[in-house]
C-alpha cells in the first residue's frame, strides 16, 4: 500500500468532520440498477462509514471492510449495531461469502490492480451488483479555483488522484467503467453523475483539506505552510463543487 493509502487513520476524527455524507439518490441508483433485492453489501475501504449508512441505514446487511484500525473504530461509532467490520485490506480478503452488492466509495483506486477484477467478480453474486463512487471536491468558481491552486503549488503538484488506467478527463467513460468494460466478468456498464453544490466556511474547506492524502504525507510544517497559503486567498464562504460519479456493473450470470 502507497503513503497515501494510508495516510487516513492519523485523521480519523477530522475526515468524519469535514468530508461530506452520500446522498441517499446513490442509493437510489443502486437500487434501481439492481431491480432485485439487495439484502447483502460487502463495502471495500469503508473509511470511517460515510456510504456504510447510506445502505446500513435502509435495512441492507452490510459487511463493512477497511484496512485501517483508527478509521475502523470511527466507523464503529457512527453506523447501525447489524453492521459487520472486518479489519483488511482488499488484497487481504479471501473469497468465500457472495454479496448482492459490492462497493467501494473513494477507495477502489488504492486498491492493488493486480487481479482486482476476478477477485472482486468472486465476491459478488451472479447477477449481483459491483459499484464504485466518489468523486473531487474543488471550488466552484473558477477564480478561487486558480488561487487555490497558485498558493498550494510550492508544495503540491496536484491533490486529486490521476486516472489509474490513464483515461483522459475528457473521455465519455471514466475509470474504472473503463477497465470493467473490459472485464470478462461484468457487463451492463453505466456511469452515472449526481451534481452537487456546497457552501463550506473557508475553515471547514481547509479542514476538508486536512484530510486530502496529498497534504496528508506532507512533513507537519510544510502542511501548515501550505494550509496558511491556501486560507490567505479564500473568501469567507467558498462554494464548491462536488459531483460524484458512480459506475455500476453487473457479475455475469454463468
Ligand atoms: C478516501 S477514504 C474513503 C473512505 C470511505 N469509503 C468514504 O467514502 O468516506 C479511502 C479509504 O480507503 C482505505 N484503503 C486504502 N488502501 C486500501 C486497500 N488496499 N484496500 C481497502 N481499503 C483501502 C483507506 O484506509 C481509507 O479509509
Not at 473531487?136 to 486516472?163: G, K, M, T, W
Not at 471514466?174 to 452537487?196: M, Y
Amino acid at each position: 500500500m502507497s503513503a497515501r493509502s494510508r495516510s487516513f487513520g492519523a485523521i480519523a476524527q477530522a475526515y468524519e468532520r469535514f468530508r461530506p455524507g452520500y446522498p441517499v439518490d446513490v442509493y437510489d441508483m443502486v437500487t434501481a440498477y439492481a431491480a432485485r433485492p439487495i439484502k447483502t453489501a460487502l463495502e471495500i475501504g469503508a473509511g470511517t462509514g460515510k456510504a456504510t449508512r447510506l445502505f446500513a441505514e435502509r435495512g441492507v446487511a452490510v459487511t463493512a471492510t477497511e484496512p485501517d484500525a483508527a478509521m475502523l473504530a470511527e466507523l464503529r461509532k457512527h453506523v447501525p449495531a447489524h453492521v459487520a467490520t472486518v479489519q483488511a485490506a482488499f488484497e487481504e480478503l479471501r473469497p468465500g461469502e457472495r454479496y448482492d452488492l459490492v462497493y467501494a466509495a473513494a477507495a477502489l483506486h488504492w486498491t492493488n490492480p493486480r487481479n482486482r477484477w476476478s477477485r472482486l467478480a468472486a465476491m459478488v453474486e451472479p447477477g449481483g451488483v459491483f459499484a464504485s463512487f466518489g468523486g473531487p471536491i474543488e471550488p466552484a468558481d473558477p477564480a478561487v479555483a486558480d488561487a487555490v491552486c497558485a498558493a498550494r503549488s510550492p508544495f503540491v503538484e496536484r491533490h486529486d488522484v490521476p486516472s489509474p488506467d490513464g483515461t483522459p478527463p475528457e473521455a465519455e467513460m471514466q475509470w474504472p467503467g473503463t477497465e470493467l468494460q473490459r472485464s470478462e466478468w461484468f457487463t451492463d456498464v453505466r456511469q452515472e453523475v449526481i451534481e452537487r453544490r456546497l457552501t463550506l466556511t473557508a475553515d471547514d474547506y481547509i479542514g476538508h483539506l486536512s484530510t486530502v492524502s496529498a497534504y496528508l504525507v506532507l512533513p507537519d510544517a510544510q502542511r501548515e505552510q501550505v494550509f496558511a497559503a491556501i486560507a490567505r486567498v479564500l473568501p469567507e464562504t467558498v462554494e464548491i463543487t462536488t459531483d460524484l460519479t458512480i459506475h455500476l456493473a453487473r457479475r455475469c450470470e454463468p
